[in-house]
């Protein structure tokens, strides 16, 4: 009788929680309905209220030589806007142009979190695309957009992509100038704590020699002369002094910087395979990309390639077949950290790892966006340094910096970098080209 009283005592417990009021229920284990009205959302359940893109402008400015272009997206909240690297700096009048007569209208009114839906509308909205221009200006919209979601979500960049991977990103230092000079340098940049250098050719130019070409009167006033069999000589005797001088605890490379045909690359690359090369740097032309299979079965030395490359798809082939070590391209000019991302996370699955191209034509703000995919990717390789002149450092505070050859971000919201727009308007951009190298009969080689 007493375990059928059990039953039914049960079975009125479970009627009440079938059919009885909110209330009753939270009742039962001590809640009242009050005190479930009152508990507050958490914050991170009440998500962020739309933002939208109202003005989109170009900043130009040269503090240090090279022309910088950079994109400011201004939002529909007050105080909020992102910054991103367009520079191009051979071209950056026209990038400007481009900014401001097409990416503007383009942006306006768009919401600012939809990062990889209006890059893929911008990449195609010319029709044609993948022109260094235009991707130029595609970068600076991608970073300035994911500067703006740090910004909104309180955290760098880098937390974004996935957190850190490593505490700080190894950059490599250049040095140039006579065979001794260099050495001098290597061993100067071991004792400030870098692990990496990159070596440039002494100078081959002799300025009591005048080319065939110029005693013709062939060229332009500004070209240069170059052998190539000068060139390779002078740079396996570089690799065999420093390795002398300074030792195996130093990792060197060279930029060959496609200045040499195929079967030259090789020749040069087999040379200096003896001193151990952490990687040799653009050693093909976009235009000899036929020859990667031969060139990786003749030699074991690590090659990084892609500083010329403009259309993200040019990856996909050499990087699938293991053709180069070292992902090389310039994330300004690609499309920025959007297709950097993708770029890098192929490369993973095929033990290709990323040398960002970093030089002093990349504003502040590119160069914090590399570091902010350095931070989060695992397959990264080094990154090229660069120490800020004073005048950029002033007129980009937040630069990065760089101690012991590291390079470190200084982990506020977003890109962490900003623009003093005034001072910038005091370094106006100026026509800049490219000075021509050229043999002997006045033939043009190609970078």
Known sequence: MKENENIESRRNVLRTLGIGSAAGTLGLFGFSSANAKDKETPAYAKGTAPVTIKNVKAIATSPSNANLIVVKIETSEPGLYGLGCSTFTQRASVVVTAINDYLAPFCKGKDV????????????????????VLNNVLSGLDQALWDIKGKRAGMPVYQLLGGKSRFAIPVYARTGGSIQEVADNVNRFKEEGYQYVRMSSPSLTDDSYVPDFKKAGYGYAGDRYFHPQKYIKSVVDLFDTVRKQCGDDIDLMHDIHEKIQPMEAIQLINSVEQYRPFFMEDPLSPENQGWWPQLRESTNVPISMGELFNNINEFLEPISNRYFDYI????????????????????????????????????????AAHAHVDMAIWNFGVQEGRIFPEAEQEVFPGSPTTTNGYMHLNDKPGIGVDIDEKLAAKYPIRLRGYNQIRNADGTIIRP
Not at 113 to 132: K, L
Not at 343 to 360: D, K, M, N, Q
Request: charged share 20%.
């Open 113 to 132: 979190d939809n990062i990889e839906d209006m890059w893929n509308s911008f990449y195609i909205d010319s029709y044609w695309r993948n022109g260094p």
């Open 328 to 367: 090389r391209c310039h994330v300004s000019q690609i499309g920025g950290i959007t297709p950097a991302m993708k770029i890098a996370r192929l490369g993973e699955f095929f033990g290709v790892r990323t040398a960002w191209h970093g030089p002093g034509d990349v504003s502040p703000v590119g160069h």
